[in-house]
């Protein structure tokens, strides 16, 4: 019988994989708080959109 499986890894290797995840999961991290970060620029967007006030009275421009 033999054995399939493959040879064992280097420390090396281990550290390249592990390497490896820690850029993925920091890609991943960063990504998503990309995302949250415009959605709550956007959310701001609309809120100010929203809240446009009307110019206050007495503060006309008349060129007097």
């Given at each position: 019988m033999t054995d399939s499986s493959p040879p064992p890894l280097t420390k090396?290797?281990?550290?390249?994989?592990?390497?490896?995840?820690?850029?993925?999961?920091?890609?991943?991290?960063l990504?998503?708080?990309?995302?949250?970060?415009?959605?709550?620029s956007r959310?701001?967007?609309d809120t100010?959109?929203?809240?446009?006030?009307?110019p206050a009275a007495g503060t006309t421009n008349s060129g007097s």
């Amino acid at each position: 019988m033999t054995d399939s499986s493959p040879p064992p890894l280097t420390k090396a290797e281990k550290a390249e994989i592990a390497r490896q995840e820690r850029l993925a999961r920091e890609a991943a991290a960063l990504r998503a708080n990309l995302r949250r970060r415009k959605q709550q620029s956007r959310a701001r967007a609309d809120t100010a959109a929203d809240e446009t006030p009307a110019p206050a009275a007495g503060t006309t421009n008349s060129g007097s």
